[in-house]
């Protein structure tokens, strides 16, 4: 679960190419020539976090794991966002994402 | 003027205000598109506003009042916590023009702000009511019984409603549908659900 954490993480390695992409999401909401791109790379994020949940247990086939990767992706998404706009710590981001994989891989289906 | 009028234009400029920052983002919205839409004089406009910020800042506030989720929070008694929390959260994605509307201009506020500091206060303020509301509703479901957590109630709150946000990034910008963020947001919401139901 760790390295899942980590790869999700907010305010972890990666967190240059997480603002492209997250800017990349903002300006495609009015420009359609960017969805192409900014859903690959989105793809890209969800299918590798897809692997490492499915890597916590025989649970997860590849369907399951990739849904959980697009929520957990998604709510790191919406924490990043509060982190770089001044709502959320990243400390405290990071301990509520720890908290939500948790329930999701204990949780989930 | 009369006072029985103001709230109603008042209330026209929020509403045409959302409307012309969702056909071209906050970026490039311009006061004179608003008084135009909403069918008022400039004059009157900076009646009610002082200028630009003071728009886009109303114009947040006014999202966050009208928002489908804290609404139904309100309303829906007869439900368990966790079905009233879930019902009103999955209302936040509608692709009925107003109501993608209000979301986007919370959006887009939330976004300029990481640019701009002068914006933190006011994103900090609505996303505080609403994380409020919400773990209001929690607090409900932990109280029924129809809500688990290791997180506490403000905790979780606040977990499902950057979920919330991160989804509509991804439904705004068209790379998922309606129904597939309501699908992801209820499968987050299961993980805590004392009773997880079909999707």
Known sequence: MDELVRHIGVGAAGEGRARVRMAG???????AELRPAT??????????IAELVGATSARFDASAAREVAVALTALADG????????????????RLLVGAVQAMLDRAP | ???????????????????VIARRGIEAFEV????????????????H???????IRAALEYAAEQAPSVNLLRHDSDLTG???????LLAEFDDEPRVRNLNLIWNEVAAIATQNPEFHADVAQVTSRWGEQVTIGVLRGIADGSIESELGPGDLAQVITCAVE??????????????????????LLNAFSAAPVDN
């Open chain 2, 1 to 19: 003027m009369t006072q029985g009028s103001e709230p109603s234009r008042k209330e026209r400029i929020l509403a045409a205000t959302c409307a």
């Open chain 1, 39 to 48: 859903r690959r790379t989105t793809d890209e994020w969800e299918r590798a």
């Open chain 2, 166 to 187: 991160g989804l509509s990034q991804r439904w705004l910008a068209g790379l998922i549908s309606q129904d597939e963020a309501r699908q992801n947001l209820g499968l």
């Open chain 1, 79 to 94: 924490m990043r966002q509060r982190v770089t706009s001044g709502v959320l710590g990243a400390d405290e981001a990071r």
């Open chain 2, 49 to 55: 506003f002082r200028n630009r910020r003071d728009l």
């Open chain 1, 25 to 31: 999401l903002q300006a495609a909401v009015f420009d």
């Open chain 2, 82 to 88: 966790f079905e009233a929390v879930r019902n009103a």
């Open chain 2, 32 to 47: 004179k598109d608003v008084a135009e839409v909403a069918d008022v004089t400039p004059q009157l406009l900076y009646y």
